[in-house]
């Protein structure tokens, strides 16, 4: 029986298309998701959240029991966690940073 | 097989000489980088308004360099007041650092070698070089002046090209001539303090 | 000269410059979604807020600081002003970016978290608007009570 060798040229040539678009797709797959990635972080840092606390910490009379559990409870109602003493010890923790000083200012 | 249509070795010599086309083309500078790097230019407008209004800047006599020494000495500019007790004193400029840095930026050596501490020349990292422009002006819209000249509006000048700007509401260590506002027919000084907009503007 | 199959010659090339224009752009390229304008300008906003709040939170100022505000507030018929100073010089601080602020204080009286919105400062805002806050030592007795630390939070938008 022979064999029809017909029209190999184009499944070789389609083959090699559908290879070449999946490459593809996976490289801007790869770009896409490093650049959602890489906006968000400047938004994500809580610098001035943490420099408040520092702020606070710095002083003994904005360090007092009573204050510092106002200041747990308002920052409970934003979502944080966050705790102070004095003098510069600052504890902040939301969804996506966890930050433990000892001394705020360093 | 020999049944195609095209033939293959058509084919093949046609990618061969679009690949070195290609090739060659990049080779030509500028063509095709441009576009590219024009998205960086608000990251960097963050980041230098960020480095001027927060920090003190490196080392902390920095602001003592002179227009002959800013070639050999190591330095970062920052214009935040630094109090020995309490840190950095954040968004709070000083007038003497202010000064320097507009020293510094008006000697044609001393602001490249401001523009390679501040991080925008990239050119020895193989990457680009931006251009910048700091202001000080006050809330009204004009430049704050000290002693009747104006105390920062240095940099290059500004073109007509994309330019990204990013703003900061500052206040100064020492009171200036023009940093009140006129509220009801009076003169008043925000909160008691000589308030004041730092705008920098980055472009390529 | 054999003058058959051109149309098939050029649509080979037309097919190769494509696929090859299309991988060469697509590994090249940076992908243009970070950070996006309108990002940008809620980066900007944001910061502006801070600012704003870190400047008008002078300690030694009297009326016209966040302090001053917190201690000299007045409530009645469940409103609550701000002395004239610190709404006048608010306000020309919000003129000059130029935005739209609301200001909100919150605090902790003994049992639950309170709001209040300053008189002056209580447009609504607009869903793209951006939201500071700062926590403020300072109390009144009268309005806020048993209030040791207030959190004021600024929205701002354009």
């Given at each position: 029986?022979?064999?029809?060798?017909k029209?190999?040229?184009?499944?070789?040539?389609?083959?090699?298309?559908?290879?070449?678009?999946l490459?593809?797709?996976?490289?801007?797959?790869?770009?896409?998701?490093?650049?959602?990635?890489?906006?968000?972080?400047?938004?994500?840092?809580?610098?001035?959240?943490?420099?408040?606390?520092?702020?606070?910490?710095?002083?003994?009379?904005?360090?007092?029991?009573?204050?510092?559990?106002?200041?747990?409870?308002?920052?409970?109602?934003?979502?944080?966690?966050c705790?102070?003493?004095?003098p510069?010890?600052?504890?902040?923790?939301?969804?996506?940073?966890?930050?433990?000083?000892?001394?705020?200012?360093? | 097989?020999?049944?195609?249509?095209?033939s293959?070795?058509?084919?093949?010599?046609?990618?061969?000489?679009?690949?070195?086309?290609?090739?060659v083309?990049n080779?030509?500078?500028?063509?095709?980088?441009?576009?590219?790097?024009?998205?960086?230019?608000?990251?960097?407008a963050?980041?230098?308004?960020?480095?001027?209004?927060?920090?003190?800047?490196?080392s902390?006599?920095?602001?003592?360099?002179?227009?002959?020494?800013c070639?050999?000495?190591?330095?970062?500019?920052?214009?935040?007041?630094?109090?020995?007790?309490?840190?950095?004193?954040?968004?709070?400029?000083?007038?003497?650092?202010?000064?320097?840095?507009?020293?510094?930026?008006n000697?044609?050596?001393?602001?490249?070698?401001v523009?390679?501490?501040?991080?925008?020349n990239?050119?020895?990292?193989?990457?680009?070089?931006?251009?910048?422009?700091v202001?000080?002006?006050n809330?009204?819209?004009?430049?704050?002046?000290?002693?009747?000249?104006?105390?920062?509006?240095?940099?290059?000048?500004?073109?007509v090209?994309?330019?990204?700007?990013f703003?900061?509401?500052?206040?100064?260590?020492?009171?200036?001539?023009?940093?009140?506002?006129t509220?009801?027919?009076?003169?008043?000084?925000?909160?008691?303090?000589?308030?004041?907009?730092l705008?920098?503007?980055?472009?390529? | 000269?054999?003058?058959?199959?051109?149309?098939?010659?050029?649509e080979?090339?037309?097919?190769?410059?494509?696929?090859?224009?299309?991988?060469?752009?697509?590994?090249?390229?940076?992908v243009?979604?970070?950070?996006?304008?309108?990002?940008?300008?809620n980066?900007?906003l944001?910061?502006?807020?801070?600012?704003?709040?870190?400047?008008?939170?002078?300690?030694?100022?009297?009326?016209?600081?966040?302090?001053?505000m917190?201690?000299?507030?007045?409530?009645?018929?469940?409103?609550y002003?701000?002395?004239?100073?610190?709404?006048?010089?608010?306000?020309?601080?919000l003129?000059?970016l130029?935005?739209?602020?609301?200001?909100?204080?919150?605090?902790f009286n003994?049992?639950?978290?309170?709001?209040?919105?300053?008189?002056?400062?209580?447009?609504?805002?607009?869903?793209?608007?951006?939201?500071?806050?700062?926590?403020?030592?300072?109390?009144?007795?009268?309005?806020?009570?048993?209030?040791k630390i207030?959190?004021?939070?600024?929205?701002?938008?354009?």
């Amino acid at each position: 029986m022979e064999v029809n060798e017909k029209g190999q040229m184009i499944l070789l040539f389609a083959a090699a298309v559908v290879v070449i678009i999946l490459s593809i797709s996976y490289v801007y797959a790869q770009n896409v998701i490093a650049g959602i990635e890489s906006s968000r972080t400047m938004l994500a840092f809580p610098k001035e959240e943490i420099r408040n606390l520092c702020e606070l910490a710095s002083s003994s009379s904005t360090s007092t029991d009573e204050v510092v559990r106002q200041v747990r409870i308002l920052c409970a109602k934003n979502g944080w966690v966050c705790n102070y003493n004095y003098p510069y010890r600052v504890e902040f923790k939301n969804l996506e940073v966890e930050y433990d000083a000892q001394d705020c200012r360093r | 097989m020999e049944d195609g249509k095209l033939s293959l070795d058509l084919l093949m010599g046609l990618s061969i000489f679009l690949f070195t086309f290609i090739f060659v083309a990049n080779f030509l500078p500028g063509v095709f980088a441009d576009v590219r790097n024009e998205i960086n230019l608000a990251n960097q407008a963050y980041r230098i308004s960020t480095l001027l209004v927060e920090d003190p800047g490196y080392s902390s006599s920095w602001y003592n360099i002179t227009e002959d020494r800013c070639r050999t000495e190591e330095f970062r500019p920052g214009l935040a007041v630094y109090d020995l007790e309490t840190g950095v004193k954040y968004n709070n400029l000083s007038v003497e650092k202010i000064q320097a840095f507009a020293r510094l930026l008006n000697n044609t050596t001393c602001i490249e070698r401001v523009r390679f501490y501040l991080g925008l020349n990239l050119s020895t990292l193989g990457g680009q070089v931006f251009r910048f422009n700091v202001s000080l002006k006050n809330l009204a819209g004009d430049l704050v002046t000290y002693n009747r000249s104006v105390l920062l509006n240095h940099g290059d000048k500004i073109p007509v090209t994309q330019v990204v700007r990013f703003e900061r509401i500052v206040y100064l260590d020492k009171w200036a001539d023009n940093c009140n506002v006129t509220i009801e027919g009076q003169n008043v000084a925000i909160a008691d303090r000589c308030v004041a907009k730092l705008e920098v503007s980055v472009w390529i | 000269m054999d003058l058959k199959g051109q149309t098939f010659t050029l649509e080979g090339v037309a097919a190769s410059l494509l696929i090859l224009i299309a991988t060469y752009t697509i590994f090249q390229s940076t992908v243009v979604m970070s950070p996006s304008w309108s990002e940008f300008n809620n980066i900007q906003l944001k910061q502006l807020g801070y600012d704003i709040l870190r400047v008008i939170d002078n300690p030694e100022a009297v009326n016209s600081s966040l302090r001053g505000m917190i201690g000299n507030l007045s409530c009645g018929d469940g409103n609550y002003y701000a002395p004239a100073e610190f709404s006048q010089n608010l306000s020309a601080l919000l003129n000059a970016l130029p935005a739209y602020g609301r200001v909100e204080l919150i605090w902790f009286n003994g049992s639950s978290i309170e709001t209040a919105v300053l008189f002056n400062f209580s447009k609504n805002p607009t869903p793209n608007a951006v939201r500071v806050s700062r926590l403020v030592a300072a109390s009144n007795d009268n309005c806020l009570p048993n209030a040791k630390i207030v959190e004021v939070r600024l929205t701002l938008w354009r």
